[in-house]
Nanobody, 123 residues
């Protein structure tokens, strides 16, 4: 029904930057909140950032606060994750997700997920 497609991942050196994008396809979808999660090898998927309807409010994991910025042009438009000052520990597959109900920080609160895009940060 609803497909979320991430792009923008790649290989960068520590301290570098990447900008991830997430676009909905397949069918028009309305969501008040969009989030970014990531999963590193051998680790659980974790919350990275989320953004409210129209982008008025943003939420970040402590590990990325001050380095990453989530944004959207407006509600239900492409969502971005600007990642600066990247660290090797940021290496993971990054997923965008559309919120459904519950805490913005919780995986279970999101209904639709993208396929993920790999981000690799070399030291």
């Amino acid at each position: 029904q609803v497909q979320l497609v991430e792009s923008g991942g790649g290989l960068v050196q520590a301290g570098g930057s990447l900008r991830l994008s997430c676009v909905a396809s397949g069918r028009t979808f309305s969501s008040y909140v969009m989030g970014w999660f990531r999963q590193a090898p051998g680790k659980e998927r974790e919350f990275v950032a989320a953004i409210s309807w129209r982008g008025a409010n943003t939420y970040y994991a402590d590990s990325v606060k001050g380095r990453f910025t989530i944004s959207r042009d407006n509600a239900n438009k492409p969502v971005y994750l600007q990642m600066n000052s990247l660290k090797p520990e940021d290496t993971a597959v990054y997923y965008c997700a559309a919120h459904y109900s519950g805490s913005y920080y919780s995986i279970s609160a999101y209904r639709y997920w993208g396929q993920g895009t790999q981000v690799t940060v070399s030291s």
